[in-house]
């Protein structure tokens, strides 16, 4: 799964994932953080979504990581807020009050660029990626964010009545990804109604994943 496959996705407009609603597992569970106002939250490969308003009228400072410009340019025009925009290497930043957006390849941000983060909020960033990426992307966030908590959302199905993304992550996976680093408690579990695209069954998690 490689970058023209997103990119792509964003030109054609096939962005399933994005919802038109703050994801109930944010509002939910964000308060199990137990952050101050003013704490700066991640989210890696953010696209556009409301999340981010939502933690911003919250009081929270963001960062995001994106590959897509077409989706960081989405996301500045819903908040109603011009960027300043910054080359920088191989990735562009875009700035603006409480708001960062890093847009090129997750794995080209380092944890200088990144900055200091009090938590990371994943929803659909781990389970969009194929499983072959996914340790690689679970060693470089601990590389860039020093294993700061996580609020994540995965799916689960069976894999083999369905293609990703998003992918089906077991909790064996993610004892095997995160349980060095972490204590994994799942604060949520909920099937998803009428099953995944309508025909598989499948169950969404919410785990808080600390030290
Ligand atoms: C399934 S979407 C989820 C977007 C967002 N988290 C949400 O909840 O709407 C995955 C996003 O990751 C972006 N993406 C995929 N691979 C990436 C990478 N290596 N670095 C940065 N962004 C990436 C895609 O462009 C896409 O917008």
Redesign the pocket.
């Known amino acids: 799964m490689d970058?023209d496959f997103?990119h792509q996705k964003?030109e054609r407009g096939d962005i399933g994932?994005?919802?038109q609603q703050v994801n109930p597992a944010l509002v939910g569970n964000m308060e199990s953080l137990n952050l101050i106002k003013g704490s700066r939250l991640f989210?890696p490969?953010?696209?556009k979504?409301q999340d981010i308003a939502w933690l911003l009228a919250q009081g929270y400072r963001v960062v995001g990581?994106?590959?897509?410009k077409r989706?960081i340019n989405e996301l500045f025009q819903q908040l109603n807020v011009t960027p300043d925009i910054t080359e920088a290497g191989e990735l562009t930043r875009y700035s603006a009050n409480n708001i960062d957006i890093w847009a090129g390849?997750?794995?080209n941000l380092g944890a200088n660029s990144l900055g200091a983060v009090d938590a990371i909020y994943d929803?659909?960033?781990l389970v969009?990626l194929p499983e072959e990426m996914r340790q690689r992307y679970a060693i470089h966030l601990d590389a860039i964010c020093h294993s700061v908590q996580q609020l994540l959302v995965t799916c689960e199905y069976n894999q083999q009545l369905h293609d990703g993304?998003?992918f089906s992550v077991s909790e064996q996976e993610l004892q095997r990804l995160y349980g060095n680093q972490y204590q994994l408690n799942r604060l949520a579990q909920d099937d998803i109604a009428g099953g995944f695209k309508g025909k598989v069954a499948a169950t969404i998690s919410v785990w808080h994943l600390h030290r």
Do not use: K, N, Q, Y
């Open positions: 970058s997103w964003w994932f994005h919802e989210l490969l953010c696209g979504t990581a994106e590959l897509s989706a390849d997750i794995f929803r659909a960033a969009a993304p998003p």
